[in-house]
């Protein structure tokens, strides 16, 4: 009979499972899968961010040792290859939709970015493929290029498509701005602030490698890829690009080193190494260098804003107005035309009662590479808006700013909430976890801690953001209403064996967040199975009947709850087996946690013994129920989660060098029910680290030219151990209403309320100098010129 | 082409090579240990970390042809024959200092290292600075930061348990 | 990287007679010319490894100076009893290299050789004003390093030690660019008798001495003797890092900060 110790359910700070492997150098990456006979790939990529070809030889390069094919473009034409698709499709203020140009795979006539793919190299190894990719030769037409966001609206700016005008993909709107313009006429106080989403280069710590192998003797092909979701490859690649039925495509995501929204996409070389593995019969390896990942994996953030808030006398607030221009980059990311619109303009009203917003979107075409969802996506770029204008509004008031937000917050009892922005927020409690990280911050001892610092010759700042965030998308119609080109929903399989043990089939993907634990525990909490004997199978289209992957802390929320509804239907058979083998009606059943009881006796059966029952169907209703024990569910949320909460910032800053320091850090989040609390920590803490080194570190950075200046980890500043300082995490509970679980999203909450906190107290720090506007990162450089401004100032 | 003769967790290999032929690319495709990563191309990540004679080296930036002769631990060869994981292995786990696990490797020989070279125990601080040669972009290094600590007081004969307390 | 021939020599002249070939390269931890290699910046015939030469290897004192060979890597220069007891700036300094590992394999032949204008080791070899000693004669600090990645050094010709005299005080400090952690402006300052030297590295296209800071801290040996000099901006490195004239305003501060540290 099968006992669950208390400790393995929900609520459990369960050890992971996991861990075994990847603390034995087990784990199975992608670069670690070798096959026989196996040629390595080795992709040409533009040096120039705008260039028309004018020749691409190959001859020399197929010459040279160790080679087995170069192919280009055109060789892709001749195969009638197809562009890399986008999934999903904005319309404009008119009506129309969004400018789509065409993202070849390898380009054809013109490159757009540096590091668009141009050729690839087939050899023996992968150096030989290197040497082979250098000797090609192509002949460039350089053009005038365009990096900038603002620059690239410019009249006479560089078209980076043809046919594009004024490099406009987009220009969107949301919320009435014949209201928003009447609650304006009635403000006492406007604030404006002009800000900067610093653009930002994902860094997940394992390069993205692809695999591509192809059978002649059944004509199937498998895909072994870095992926957060190896059924939209198969769908998008098989379907747009390949031409190759899904039916004769498998995709694998083993294990993946960090995802972090940049392995969501279709990339070129997914592609790339599957058809040429078909062209030459042998499997092809691709892995990329960190250098190459700088220039291929698909960046984040980008934005240049304007907000403006209109607030009462009493500091209410009466309307927001956004103007932002988000950068796509040169072609149009899996996802990119939703992130600056649907998942940003919705959340413009955070934690606060607003009657109305009005936010456009201008989305723009630049040199640079494709910019899509990174760690929040669009949440990031609305809550830094937000709650940096918060704090403006707070100094320009007068109001305190801890008082401001409270005055504006919605209230525990005005949940169910619609906003002027589409979303309807189901539960939350923003003055409790306001509370509760005030005191675990200390708060209001802050300024003995500012004056020990001055003390010190430190400047101490202390800074807040009470944020909101929606997540685990979605409701597959309201997103398909909203331009989606796909279902949100997910799938789970549960699969009881014969014996007892349990497999778990699921269609999210772990690449770090631990669901072969956290998924188990579910099944242990419900049908009482120890974790230890249940397994969790993800990243597999052969294994997996379907799935839309994870991202957007979509896992557990809609994931989990589809585990959850697969696992009613298995106890809902169980009963009827149950019933049968106790020779009583399914309606006096009753489940729990592994035992199924006629109720009000003591007669019971445990789950394996239905299992063997459903297996070996000898004392069996075979006329009613089918034998076996396996069921699944696909599950379609019926809203988005929304998990918020409050982060607190310390940092001081030294006005020598301008360096800033973290010191102290506090969250206290609401996500819902935890399932384990070790978890749920490292993913906030883990997001909070993303979060300072938006804020304090990292930027990525073009010249003029598009040329990438920060194209290495030399020049692109990673967060490191001494960067960062101990985090207080903390959570605070209002259950999710609409999912079985309860549960709201952990992944992202770290990454969307820290910028604000940080640059709050940053600000907060630099008060005597003056600073209303401060864009990320605030680095030593910037700090000092502050710094140093604002003494000359003073002295003059 | 060279020939290098290296032990590698206890067993000697010979192998011909290319002079070009990085140490982690030995590792990796030659031996088949794939435990040890390649996470960047400027020496900086340090996913790639391996014990060469007693000291944390980045086996991406050092020639195969430059360990002949060495002795080389790399992370298959640090739990116990029977399977029981070293102090720094169980630390990681018990503190949850790894999410994806992919920069694991090469931050757990690195922390050994580290710890061995503080016989007399080791500050917060030393630990955040000791690892500026390895990048996580999941954990933010707090959990981290915690098992190194945890595993030093095992190692250093502290305490015998790595279990944290309940929590 | 480019595949190249690979040597060991176990003597110094055979290490010369391989070089002879101008398109070899010398290489003893590799943690200069490897990253460099794998970006194919560098397409060297050969690579002559130095590490089987015994003689190149050690920290000794003589006379009234300590002696390093090149092939001594960073981790023994910080860990050396000697070098602390003698020269405890050049402890600090080599233990502030890099990281770990960069110190556990890099050495101070490829370091000074290389004269990376970001390095450490020619702070410490220019602000002592030691000697290096090479294959063919000795050459002092201030002769040595003549521009970015440029040496008085000739082709063929190998860095076998440096000669470091025993001062009265020495003292480091710098500021870590925020992402490669190389060095965006470091100061290494010395006393010795009368003689004063303050040499910056990480701000300039090579490291270099201030004069005038060595003359008001001769006449001064105080922090606050070197608060007040400007450097100036021109000919300092900018980039998305820094401007000059922030390069600038640091050597001030960590020369003020090396001093207090030299005590």
Not at chain 1, 93 to 117: F, I, N, Q, T, Y
Not at chain 1, 465 to 486: D, F, H, K, N, Q
Request: aromatic share 6%; with cysteine.
């Amino acid at each position: 009979m099968n006992v669950v110790a208390p400790f393995e359910g929900i609520g459990a700070s369960l050890r992971r499972k996991e861990d075994f492997r990847f603390l034995r150098g087990r784990g199975a990456y992608t670069d670690d899968f070798n096959r026989q006979g196996q040629l390595h790939a080795w992709i040409l990529r533009s040096p120039h961010a705008h260039a028309r070809l004018t020749s691409v030889d190959t001859a020399a390069a197929a010459k040279m040792p160790g080679v087995v094919a170069v192919f280009t473009g055109a060789d892709m034409a001749k195969d009638n290859i197809g562009g890399l698709p986008c999934g999903w499709q904005i319309h404009n203020k008119d009506g129309s939709p969004m400018a789509e140009p065409a993202h070849p795979v390898l380009a054809a006539d013109k490159v757009r970015h540096v590091g668009d793919p141009i050729a690839v190299a087939i050899a023996a190894t992968r150096e030989q493929a290197r040497d082979a990719a250098e000797a090609i030769a192509v002949s460039y037409d350089v053009l005038p290029a365009v990096a900038n966001t603002l620059d690239a609206v410019k009249p006479g700016a560089p078209a980076v498509h043809d046919g594009v005008g004024g490099n406009l993909c987009y220009d969107w709107h949301i919320g009435d701005k014949a209201v928003l313009d009447a609650a304006f006429a009635q403000a006492a106080k406007i604030v404006s602030l002009d800000m900067v989403n610093n653009r930002l280069i994902p860094n997940a710590m394992e390069p993205r490698a692809a695999l591509g192998e192809f059978d002649p003797t059944t004509g199937d092909y498998t895909l072994h890829t870095t992926s957060q979701n190896p059924h939209v490859i198969r769908l998008l690649m098989g379907a747009n690009v390949l031409h190759i039925p899904e039916s004769k495509l498998r995709v694998v995501a083993p294990d993946v080193g960090g995802g972090f929204g940049s392995k969501i996409y279709h990339y070129a070389e997914e592609a790339i190494v599957t058809w040429s593995a078909g062209k030459l019969g042998r499997p092809v390896k691709w892995t990329a260098d960190r250098s190459e990942s700088f220039m291929s994996d698909a960046h984040g953030r980008d934005h240049v804003s304007n907000a403006q808030l209109a607030l009462d006398a009493n500091g209410k607030i009466l309307g927001l107005k956004v103007h932002t221009y988000a950068n796509m980059g040169a072609y149009l990311s899996t996802f990119a035309p939703c992130v600056p619109t649907y998942l940003y303009a919705t959340l413009l009203a955070g934690t606060y009662t607003t009657p109305v917003i009005y936010c456009e979107v201008k989305a723009v075409f630049t040199n640079t590479v494709p910019v899509d969802a990174y760690r929040g996506a669009g949440r990031p770029e609305a809550t830094f808006l937000l709650e940096r204008l918060m704090d403006v509004a707070a100094q320009e008031t007068g109001i305190d700013r801890v008082e401001l937000r409270r005055r504006n917050f919605i209230q525990p009892d005005q949940f169910p909430y619609q906003t002027p922005v589409a979303l309807q927020y189901d539960s939350g409690n923003y003055q409790a976890t306001l509370d509760q990280a005030l005191v675990t911050a200390d708060w209001a001892g802050f300024e003995s801690r500012r004056a020990e610092a001055a003390k010190r010759g430190k400047l101490r700042g202390i800074g807040i953001s009470t944020y909101l965030e929606a997540c685990g998308i979605a409701p597959s119609a309201v997103v398909g209403s909203l331009g989606a080109r796909a279902g949100l929903y997910e799938v789970g399989t549960i699969r009881v064996h014969p014996t007892g043990s349990v497999t778990v089939l699921t269609g999210a993907h772990s690449h770090g967040q631990g669901h072969e634990t956290t998924f188990a525990q579910l099944v242990a909490d419900k049908l009482g199975v120890p974790t230890a004997q249940v397994d969790i199978v993800h990243g597999d289209t052969a294994k997996v009947p379907f799935g839309m992957g994870t991202y957007g802390s979509r896992s557990l929320a809609v994931g989990g709850s589809a585990m959850m509804k697969a696992m009613d239907k298995i106890i809902a058979k169980g009963k009827r087996i149950a019933a049968h083998l106790m020779e009583a009606s399914v309606d006096d059943i009753e489940f729990d946690r592994g035992t199924f009881r006629v109720a009000g006796t003591d007669k019971t059966k445990a789950l394996v013994d239905i299992s063997v029952a459903a297996y070996v169907p000898h004392n069996y209703p075979i006329d009613e129920i089918e034998p076996g024990l396996e069921e699944t569910a696909f599950y379609d949320p019926k809203n988005f989660t929304y998990p918020g909460g409050c982060h607190i910032a310390e940092v001081e800053i030294c006005p020598e060098t301008g360096k800033v320091s973290m010191v102290n850090f506090t969250a206290v989040d609401d996500v819902g029910r935890v399932i384990n609390p070790m978890i749920v920590e490292g993913q906030v803490q883990g997001g909070i680290a993303q979060g300072i080194g938006q804020a304090l570190l990292e930027t990525c950075v073009y010249d003029a030219d598009g040329q990438l200046l920060s194209g290495s980890m030399m020049d692109y500043t990673m967060p490191r151990a001494d960067d960062l300082a101990p985090v207080s995490v903390a959570t605070h509970t209002t259950l999710c209403t609409h999912n079985p679980l309860g549960v709201k999203g952990c992944g992202e909450v770290g990454a969307i309320g820290s910028p604000p906190a940080v640059i709050n107290a940053v600000v907060d720090a630099l008060r005597d100098y003056g600073v209303r506007s401060l864009d990320m990162p605030a680095t030593p450089a910037k700090m000092w010129q502050i710094i140093n401004g604002g003494r000359r100032m003073a002295a003059e | 082409m060279p020939q290098v003769t290296l032990t590698v967790n206890g067993q000697t290999h010979t192998q011909e090579v290319e002079g070009r032929t990085l140490l982690v690319e030995l590792l990796r495709e030659k031996l088949r240990l794939t435990g040890t990563h390649v996470g960047c191309d400027t020496s900086q990540c340090g996913a790639c970390v391996v014990d060469i004679n007693g000291e944390s080296v980045k086996s991406c930036t050092t020639l195969a042809v430059m360990a002949n002769g060495a002795n080389v631990t790399t992370i298959e060869g640090l739990a116990a024959a029977d399977g029981t994981l070293h102090a720094m292995q169980e630390a990681f786990r018990e503190y949850h200092a790894l999410q994806c696990g992919f920069c694991t490797p090469g931050m757990v020989m690195s922390a050994i290292d580290l710890v061995n070279k503080h016989p007399n125990g080791i500050t917060e601080q030393q630990i955040r600075e000791g690892l500026e040669g390895n990048l996580c972009r999941c954990t933010g290094y707090h959990n981290i930061v915690r098992a190194i600590a945890a595993a030093a007081d095992v190692m250093h004969g502290k305490r015998t348990e790595i279990a944290r307390a309940a929590e | 990287m480019y595949d190249f021939a690979y040597h060991k020599p176990g003597s110094v002249a055979d290490a010369v007679k391989l070089l002879a070939d101008p398109d070899a390269k010398a290489i003893s931890g590799g943690h200069t010319l490897l990253p460099a290699l794998k970006h194919r910046l560098n397409k060297p015939s050969a690579l002559v490894d130095l590490s089987g030469i015994a003689e190149l290897r050690g920290i000794k004192r003589v006379g009234n100076a300590i002696v390093i060979g090149a092939l001594t890597r960073h981790v023994e220069v910080a860990n050396s009893a000697e070098v602390a007891a003698a020269i405890p700036a050049l402890a600090y300094m080599a233990s502030l290299i890099g990281d770990v590992q960069v110190r556990n394999r890099g050495t101070l032949g490829g370091s000074v050789a290389n004269n990376d204008p970001a390095a450490d080791y020619p702070a410490a070899v220019l602000g002592l004003g030691a000697t290096v000693h090479t294959s063919s004669r000795k050459i002092a600090a201030d002769d040595f390093f003549q521009g970015m990645f440029t040496t008085a050094m000739e082709a063929g010709e190998i860095l076998t030690a440096v000669e470091f005299p025993i001062v009265d005080k020495a003292g480091y400090a710098k500021m870590r660019n925020p992402a490669s952690r190389y060095v965006m402006a470091g100061v290494f300052v010395s006393k010795s008798g009368g003689a004063v030297r303050v040499a910056v590295n990480g701000a300039g296209p090579c490291v270099f001495r201030q004069a005038a800071m060595e003359a008001a801290l001769a006449a001064n040996w105080s922090p606050d003797a070197v608060a007040g000099i400007k450097q100036s901006a021109a000919d300092l490195n900018s980039d998305i890092h820094g401007s000059a004239e922030y390069r600038a305003h640091l050597v001030g501060v960590m020369a003020k900060r090396a001093v207090a540290a030299a005590g």
